[in-house]
């Protein structure tokens, strides 16, 4: 009977070191989780992905398609240089900037699910050697001083909040004499009013948009020269206005196949709130260059 209590006593201490060692491992592991949470929330989900990839083309996840690219980087030789696209997405632009302009690319996003998409469009576009799209925390880049010839972003950088440091990791990752090179959707330096505050509640995304000036101050800052900004909302105004009526028209059918008729009417609502605030001049895209002295 003595030996049988202190046997279970054993067993009694043994359970709760294991159970400790469980509760260790479980703080460990829900810490590391909540690290990787902070980092980044997914947003674009597949009916987004569905809806954006109709309008804009496969491979898209912003529009233009390959004239955006062709006009984010005109008159650049990009022959075998190394291209860093920040927020490549589903990969559409870096396949474009290998096969048509004989770049090398590395392609940074945020999210599992794009990043895994772009992958397996490079794949299939036989492009495994010359892009490499990868899965990256917002924040410090991963890549060396000096790396790079040149730094690509289109309509990505409006979801990053700190643009003071995401400039100076541009100017950090680019080789002297290197290009930075981008489009983005800009503010007005107006006070955001309710069509945009509206056009937010609909896009549902986490947007940090500045203005276009702030942007050319802050590449200055950061050491950037021969900067140019370009406002091009005149010319993404009326395609939208485009984008609006097919919604309504040639696309509607193949809306509410992929998306159901609830989505199809929700997203035909969320562009009409676009046509607004770009008529209003509230929203308004971008494009603009600077160089890294040499
Ligand atoms: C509007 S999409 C544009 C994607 C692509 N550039 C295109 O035009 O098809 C914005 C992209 O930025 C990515 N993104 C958001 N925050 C980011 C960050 N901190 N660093 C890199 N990419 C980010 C999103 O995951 C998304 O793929």
Known sequence: MHNVTRVGIRFHIFTL??????????????????????????????????????????????????????????????????VLDIGCGLGGLDVILATDYGARVIGLDV?????????????????????SCRLSEPGPLPLDDE?????????????????????SEAFRVLKPGGILTAGDWMRSDK??????????????????????????????????TEITLEDIADDY????????????????QQMINALGEEKQAFFVENWRALTVVLDAGELRPARFRAYKPG
């Open 17 to 82: 070191k294991l159970s400790h060692v469980k509760l260790w491992h479980w703080d460990f592991y829900r810490e590391y989780v909540e690290l990787n949470d902070a980092g980044h929330e997914d947003e674009y989900d597949d009916t987004l992905i569905a809806l954006l990839e109709l309008i804009w083309g496969e491979g898209f996840l912003s529009p233009g398609g390959p004239q955006a690219v062709r006009d984010i980087v005109k008159g650049l030789d990009l022959k075998d240089k190394l």
């Open 191 to 224: 006070p955001y009013g309710n069509d945009m505050k509206y056009f937010f509640e609909m896009e549902g995304l986490t947007y940090h948009m500045d203005t276009l000036g702030n942007y050319g101050e802050i590449l200055r800052d950061c050491g950037f």
């Open 237 to 252: 105004r009326n395609q939208a206005l485009q984008e609006y009526a097919a919604m309504q028209g040639p696309l509607k």
């Open 147 to 167: 790396e790079v010839d040149v730094v690509f972003g289109k309509d990505s950088w409006i979801h990053i909040e700190d643009k003071n440091a995401f400039f």
């Open 111 to 131: 999210e599992q699910e794009l990043v895994k998409q772009a992958v397996e469009r490079v794949e299939r576009a036989g492009l495994i050697e010359r892009v």
